[in-house]
């Protein structure tokens, strides 16, 4: 299907390209969101006449989503989830999460505008695009950890799940020794066999 962009779309063009798309694309996603038109003459007249009208609308968009972004980029969100020794998150953590949590520190995201290639499934800390508008987009970083105490160590750079193993090992490691040299419900003395 033939179609005439009003704003830019990734990967198809830029406003007032004329481009094909596949029928499902423009009549799912483009049409309904007004990103586009069908490209016929009516429409073509009717976009020749206000092209003026929708650049400037398209500009001040833009302007707006960079002001909003200027304040939202380079943003850090803690998020505390249950997780497993290895640091595997028991489900995983999705657009809609990052958006409430943006919105609960004051931010104004719409899910759709979170873009995941694919859900954050460990503890850690994440970056994560924001597309405020097809011409901005910001970063965010989430810290993602079981506890506040863990996500403020993992803001200061460490691997938390690397030190547990490394506190575990050690642990290990001290009782070991110490049966070695004896502990762990020796006693001293003379036995009488």
Do not use: C, W
């Amino acid at each position: 299907m033939k179609v005439i962009l009003l704003e830019r779309v990734e990967g198809k063009g830029v406003l007032g390209d004329v481009v094909t798309v596949k029928d499902g694309f423009a009549r799912n996603f483009l049409l309904p969101r007004n990103k586009a038109l069908r490209a016929n003459s009516n429409n073509l007249k009717a976009f020749e006449a206000q092209r003026a009208e929708i650049e400037a609308r398209n500009l001040r968009n833009r302007e707006a989503a960079g002001k909003s972004g200027e304040s939202l980029d380079g943003t850090q969100y803690v998020l505390i989830r249950q997780a497993g020794e290895s640091g595997q998150l028991y489900g995983s953590v999705a657009g809609r999460d990052v958006a409430d949590a943006i919105k609960a520190e004051g931010g104004k995201v719409d899910r759709s505008m979170i873009v995941l290639d694919k859900p954050i499934k460990t503890l850690g800390v994440h970056e994560v695009k924001v597309k405020l508008h097809a011409e901005v987009t910001v970063t965010v970083t989430l810290n993602i950890a079981r506890s506040a105490d863990e996500a403020e160590r993992q803001a200061r750079g460490e691997n938390v799940i690397a030190s547990q193993f490394e506190e575990e090992r050690l642990a290990d490691a001290e009782a070991a020794q110490d049966l070695l040299e004896g502990g762990a419900g020796a006693q001293e003395g003379d036995y009488e066999a």
